[in-house]
């Protein structure tokens, strides 16, 4: 079982070998991430994390848009810095949280929780439901979760871990408990070195 300590020395590791574009889920433009938040998040003053963002532009570019709630968080405090580096002297105007996120818990509630490229790797089904429930217990009545994750077509590994693919009844089985499906729908993403990569996305609203 890969959790705890093992997780976050392998992310740390990660982030101390690799650059930006030697990692497959890099995006510099977050296209599809930023359409959805601006979607369900029109109003810029609501509270906003971005689980697993620590090493991602999503942020830095919700940031320049005017939005100012902004929560990220992420298991490697490399990657943390990354995007702390990136903000310059705005990083203090930013919640940073290090932590794995089956273990997160706050005291905060968020209207619109993004996770891209992080569910996918919670392979036992412990963790899964863990995810879930921290989910639920973090995101308000009437707020987003929206999540992209690998479809049934996607990879099967990623950064040399295992993965879980999904399809919609599979996303929709661990979460319809609290939660609404809104919209679900595949999606490509070309990694750096110019390979596709399917995913599927789907925003839940909590019940």
Same mark, same amino acid.
């Given at each position: 079982?890969?959790?705890?300590?093992?997780?976050?020395?392998?992310?740390?590791?990660?982030?101390?070998?690799?650059?930006?574009?030697?990692?497959?889920?890099?995006?510099?433009?977050?296209?599809?991430?930023?359409?959805?938040?601006?979607?369900?998040?029109?109003?810029?003053?609501?509270?906003?994390?971005?689980?697993?963002?620590?090493?991602?532009?999503?942020? &830095?570019?919700?940031? =320049?848009?005017?939005?100012? $709630?902004?929560?990220?968080? @992420? /298991?490697?405090?490399?990657?943390?810095?990354? #995007?702390?580096? &990136?903000?310059?002297? =705005?990083?203090?105007?930013? $919640?940073?949280?290090?932590? @794995? /996120?089956?273990?997160?818990?706050?005291?905060? #509630?968020?209207?619109?929780?993004?996770?891209?490229?992080?569910?996918?790797?919670?392979?036992?089904?412990?963790?899964?439901?863990?995810?879930?429930?921290?989910?639920?217990?973090?995101?308000?009545?009437?707020?987003?979760?929206?999540?992209?994750?690998?479809?049934?077509?996607?990879?099967?590994?990623?950064?040399?871990?295992?993965?879980?693919?999904?399809?919609?009844?599979?996303?929709?089985?661990?979460?319809?408990?609290?939660?609404?499906?809104?919209?679900?729908?595949?999606?490509?993403?070309?990694?750096?070195?110019?390979?596709?990569?399917?995913?599927?996305?789907?925003?839940?609203?909590?019940?």
């Amino acid at each position: 079982m890969f959790v705890g300590m093992k997780r976050k020395q392998h992310w740390e590791n990660v982030y101390e070998t690799k650059t930006d574009h030697d990692v497959g889920w890099f995006q510099e433009n977050p296209e599809t991430s930023l359409k959805l938040v601006q979607k369900y998040s029109p109003d810029k003053k609501l509270p906003i994390i971005d689980v697993g963002g620590g090493n991602s532009h999503l942020t &830095r570019i919700l940031f =320049n848009l005017g939005y100012s $709630n902004l929560s990220v968080l @992420d /298991i490697s405090l490399k990657a943390i810095e990354r #995007s702390k580096n &990136r903000f310059g002297d =705005n990083a203090e105007k930013v $919640n940073w949280i290090k932590s @794995d /996120i089956i273990h997160f818990s706050t005291g905060q #509630s968020y209207h619109t929780w993004h996770d891209r490229a992080v569910f996918h790797f919670l392979i036992e089904d412990g963790e899964v439901k863990n995810y879930a429930e921290v989910a639920a217990k973090s995101i308000v009545h009437g707020g987003y979760l929206i999540l992209g994750t690998f479809s049934l077509t996607g990879p099967k590994n990623c950064s040399g871990l295992s993965i879980t693919q999904y399809c919609e009844e599979s996303l929709c089985e661990f979460f319809r408990d609290k939660f609404h499906l809104i919209e679900c729908f595949d999606d490509v993403h070309t990694t750096p070195s110019g390979n596709p990569q399917n995913f599927i996305w789907a925003v839940f609203k909590r019940k």
